[in-house]
Each structure stands twice: as C-alpha cells, then as structure tokens.
C-alpha cells in the first residue's frame, strides 16, 4: 500500500517538529492508541486498538526515527504484530516546510499487511488509512497550534485607551433599575384592595367593599401623582470633578 499527502497545520515548521518527536502528542494524535513509550535505544513502543473493516486487531510493536533533519524531515519505521489477525509493517518520509507563517507537512507511506488483514483488499484497507490520517492530523493541528491570542482593540483605538475604558467601567456604580410600571400597579392594586377591604370592614362601615376599594385606589393614585410631580419638578442636583473646581479657583482670583 502506498500513500502520499500533505496537511497545513497553523503553527511555525520548528514548533511542529517538536510535536512530532513528543511521545506524549503523538499517543493522543494517533487513533485507538493506547500506549506510546520511549525505550532507552530511542524506538517507541506502541499499542494500537483499530478496526480496519469487519476486522478488529490491536496491535503491539516498536516504531524508529531514523534519517533526522531537525527540523525539515525524518523517516519513521515500524512493525506492528495483532495475533492471529495479522500484521502491518512499512514506514514513512515525513518533510516539513514553512507555508505562510504555518507550517506545510507532506508525507509518503509505503506499507504492507498480511494475514487476515490481507484478504480484505485494497480499496478498504486504502479507505481505512485515510480515514485514520484525517483523524490524525486533525488531533495534531489543535495541539501543535498555538493558542489564540487576546483580540487586540479596534482600530484607532491605544491599547492604554481599552484599559482606562475598562477601569471606568468597573469604577462605574452599579445602578438598580427602577421597577416598571406593570409591578408599580400591580402594587398599587394589593394597597387598594387591602385599604378597601379594612375600610369597608371597618366598625360603621356598612360592609361596603367596593367603596372601601374606590377610597384605596384614590389615595394611591393621589401618593403617586404627588411623588411623580415632586420628582419632576425637583431643582437638579449638578457635581463638579476636582479638577473642574481647582480651575474655577484660579479663574476667581484673577
């Protein structure tokens, strides 16, 4: 089997070199993967739970680099061994070139099954390689990039600009917004009707509780007219900043 391709990935040609010679980012990047361990001699030892059709195998065996030119390419070689199942062996020329601030990874496979792996056929076992490839270096390009960086200001506008917008809002006080009209009523209403009701119960009253409520309601309306015409027609209140007032001094004694 043969293979070739290549992938972008959003980060710069040395940072991707380094992820691809971490044990610990290529465990998490490679499918099914479940242990990547570096030996003393340099090879990785690696266990890989795939299923390649109807076929599930888990595989155990070593990978080597080999042919390493920090940081443009290597040559990484392996044997894997499933049992009964089969076996797959190969290896691949990695190179890595810059690509507009990112980095531009092409790849050549050449490979090889047997066993039970063998007498599924080609076009699966193709189909399988590049479906686990995409998944690859789909985990790859999220751990290789950098992290976002913080959005920068709008245009125009001094970063030392953004942080005093921001000190004066958090400086700003927090203002409770009054109530809306629906609950003032509706306040209103409980008031009346609770006026009304100890008027109308009220010793001499004659049990009239609608003409408790009508007396209620008008002295909640007659409350609320004068506190609305006291609040509109209140002097305004005007406060001067210390800088203001230290500049009104100086001008008084000219």
């Known amino acids: 089997m043969k293979m070739t391709g290549n ?35 340099g090879r990785l030892k690696a266990t890989v739970a795939i299923k390649i059709g109807p076929i599930g195998a888990r595989f155990a065996g070593a990978v080597t680099l080999s042919e390493l030119d920090p940081p443009n390419s290597y040559t990484i070689s392996g044997e894997g ?12 020329k990695v190179r890595l070139a810059d690509d507009n601030g990112g980095t531009l990874l092409s790849y050549e496979v050449d490979a090889q099954v047997g066993g039970r792996l063998a007498q599924l056929g080609g076009p699966i076992i193709d189909a399988t390689a590049k479906q686990l490839a995409a998944k690859f270096f789909e985990q790859f390009g999220e ?38 009209l629906p609950t003032t009523w509706l306040l209103a209403l409980v008031v009346a009707a609770l006026v009304g009701y100890l008027i109308g119960h009220a010793k001499g009253g004659g049990q009239s509780d609608w003409m408790g409520l009508a007396i209620g309601l008008l002295l909640v309306i007659l409350a609320a007219a004068a506190f609305e015409f006291g ?6 209140i005007v406060v001067l900043d210390p800088t203001l007032l230290a500049r009104l001094g100086e001008e008084a004694k000219r």
């Open 81 to 92: 061994q499933a049992g009964t199942v089969g076996f797959a062996r190969g290896g691949a």
């Open 7 to 41: 992938q972008r990935i959003a980060a710069p040609r040395q940072r991707v070199w380094e992820a691809l010679n971490d044990p610990e980012v290529l465990r998490r990047c490679v499918p099914g993967c479940q242990s990547l361990e570096k030996e003393p001699d």
């Open 143 to 180: 751990i290789a990039a950098p992290a976002t960086q913080a959005a920068a200001p709008p245009a125009g506008v001094s970063a030392s600009a953004g942080r005093g917008a921001k000190a004066n809002a958090a400086a700003a006080p927090h203002v409770r917004p009054s109530p809306g």
């Open 231 to 236: 609040r509109r027609t209140a002097a305004p």
